[in-house]
């Protein structure tokens, strides 16, 4: 147990430390470049779009840097504005659906499937959801709490007291990030050497008959769910040569996983920014569901009429 605890400890800093060099200087930057004319004006070129989603012109810093890096440096600009409650809410949603689009989409083709219908659907999921989450939700118009993150409720001034409010901001969101991933860490390496997450593999076979998918698909679910899209990749590709997954099945693993990957880390982390979070793994988990079953429904439909017309000509 002590090894486990001291090899979970150790990979825990590592990601702190690999996450940090991003989350830092991100938010740094952000909380610096927010008092300055540059931000303001972009913020307010983008305002007509963002207003359709239910967000200010603000928010479209952490959706590209969400985007373009990963939903750290995504949730390191968004604890460097003033958001209300559904805006954060509504960028956590498309943040989980669309983050990381150039590593994972990689991993995607890596696997055989198309790197941009990745992106194509992790956007339009992203977009969609924002859009019905502002027309049906009229709540959450409070100021969203940030956790440990320092109110920003004095505007600094002079151009010390604005660098150290960013580092102030910063190093917050770091303490923050380690408050969460070590932990984590830890008890995902604890499920690794006691083999749960063979376990977690096998008790998901049923649901990939339900999904269209074989029953050895489940292992390639199971480590995208667990560890997600960038951090599962070996596994993914591993469970692929090794269980012999087919085309059709990768496919509709990639659909699902697309939809909803490392569930439980890219859930938890959005703990700290004051929003509810067991809607946003609901919304993950059904989407990711009807998605991949409506494909595969159609996917197989269409493969027994292509049979059965094949047969007809035969006779």
Request: hydrophobic share 55%; charged share 15%; proline share 4%.
């Amino acid at each position: 147990m002590l090894s486990i605890l001291k090899e979970g400890l150790k990979k825990g800093l590592q990601l702190t430390w690999t996450l940090g060099k991003v989350i830092f200087p991100v938010t740094l930057i952000v909380t610096i470049l927010q008092f300055t004319p540059v931000l303001p004006w972009i913020m307010k070129q983008l305002e007509p779009i963002m207003g359709l989603l239910g967000l200010s012109g603000e928010a479209a810093v952490p959706l590209v840097l969400g985007n373009f890096l990963n939903l750290y440096a995504g949730i390191a600009a968004i604890i460097s504005f003033d958001f209300t409650v559904k805006e954060v809410f509504i960028l956590a949603v498309m943040l989980s659906f669309s983050h990381n689009l150039i590593i994972e989409s990689t991993v995607a083709k890596k696997v055989g499937v198309s790197w941009w219908l990745v992106i194509g659907v992790r956007l339009g999921l992203a977009f969609i959801s924002a859009v019905l989450i502002n027309v049906t939700w009229n709540g959450g118009q409070e100021q969203a709490k940030y956790g440990f993150a320092p109110d920003n409720q004095v505007v600094p001034e002079g151009w010390m007291e604005i660098i150290l409010q960013g580092f102030q901001t910063a190093a917050m969101g770091i303490v923050q990030l380690a408050l969460i991933v070590i932990p984590l860490m830890v008890v995902m390496q604890y499920l690794r050497e006691k083999g749960w997450l063979e376990r977690f593999s096998e008790w998901l076979a049923p649901a990939t008959g339900f999904l269209g998918m074989e029953r050895n698909t489940s292992m390639t679910l199971a480590a995208g769910l667990t560890i997600g899209l960038a951090y599962g990749a070996g596994l993914m590709i591993q469970a692929v040569e090794e269980d012999g997954v087919s085309k059709k099945d990768m496919f509709l693993a990639m659909i699902f996983l697309v939809s909803c990957h490392a569930v439980v880390e890219d859930t938890l982390i959005f703990i700290p920014l004051g929003i509810p979070i067991w809607p946003l793994l609901a919304i993950r988990l059904l989407t990711a569901i009807l998605l991949t079953a409506a494909v595969g429904f159609v996917w197989n439909r269409m493969k027994r009429e292509k049979r059965r017309r094949s047969l007809s000509h035969e006779y």
